[in-house]
């Protein structure tokens, strides 16, 4: 029976040291090596050509990985088996591709006789190693090394920090150029239509937009009461309020405006409200993508934001409220 939890947390805890110590030191230890694959991705990707991934061991999963990473974000990849690759799969692989072989020690021999194979048909190649000397460094295009000091195995033989250190390494490879093509979150939403983070993605201001009846709007002319009646008919929590000739959104006047007037004490009621508006509110444009607007909710700590259409008219509001039924918090 196991009794003294201590010393297990301490174990994990070790084991989560060492690697981020070697994620942290294959960071530190980057050069220009980097953005040279970088730019070789770029190369391959505007010729309308794949990236391959090839490895054995823990190094597979890892591999498949990072193909579905960039097959995520629009770059074509796949993963090579590279036993299977020596009797046939190779069919996969096409001139001006660009192959990544990923191997802790440079030397693993699967990968070591897969490479002549690809240089044959024209296949560029980028070994991802610790080990600068290798038969893989030394004969590859490109190499890529991570760093780390010692596995986060007890016996510093399984995979484990070298492990990590290479996934995230990919990651980097793959985040990096995910950047340099201008990826948007609207491209992202586009290849992943599936699911609740499709859902998310794809949802429109337009599709939790409050609009008619349960959305409070008046000239800027209206007084403070005319204002809180609106609000409380719509049971919303604030007013959009207009220019009398233009129709434009000129402010908004909130129940905690109201309240805040309230406390300060005097007759305000009949006062024309846009006294005691906000001018400049934030707003969104009714065919934003919904996390747009959940961003302006997160940046600035507001309660409603109006929607506004193209020329400025206000079309509905969006209470805060209504974010966690729609799953976009």
Known sequence: MISDKSSLLDKARKCLELEIAAIQNTADNLDDSFVTIIEAIHNTVEVGKK?????????????????????????QACYLDPVQALHGDLGICSKNDLAFLISNSGQTEELTRLLMPLKRLTV?????????HSDLAKNCDHSLLFHFDKEACPLNLAPTASAAAALALGDAIAMTYLEVRGFTREDFAKLHPSGSLGKFLLLRVGEITRTGEKFATLPETCTVQEAIIEISKAKCGTIALTDTKSGKLKGVFSDGDFRRCALA??????????????????????NNLAVDALRFFEKYNINDLVVV????????????????????V
Do not use: E, W
Not at 309 to 328: C, E, Y
């Open 51 to 75: 990236l391959i991934f090839t490895g054995v061991g823990k190094n597979s999963p890892i591999c498949q990985k990072l193909a579905g990473t960039f097959n995520s974000t629009g770059v």
């Open 124 to 132: 560029r190649t980028v070994a991802i190693t610790s080990d600068a």
């Open 265 to 286: 004490g005097g007759d305000f009621m009949g006062q024309p409200v846009k006294k005691l508006m906000t001018t400049n509110p934030k707003t969104v444009g009714f």
């Open 309 to 328: 259409d193209k020329n400025n008219k206000p079309v509905g509001i969006i209470d805060g409220q209504d974010l966690p039924k729609f799953r976009i």
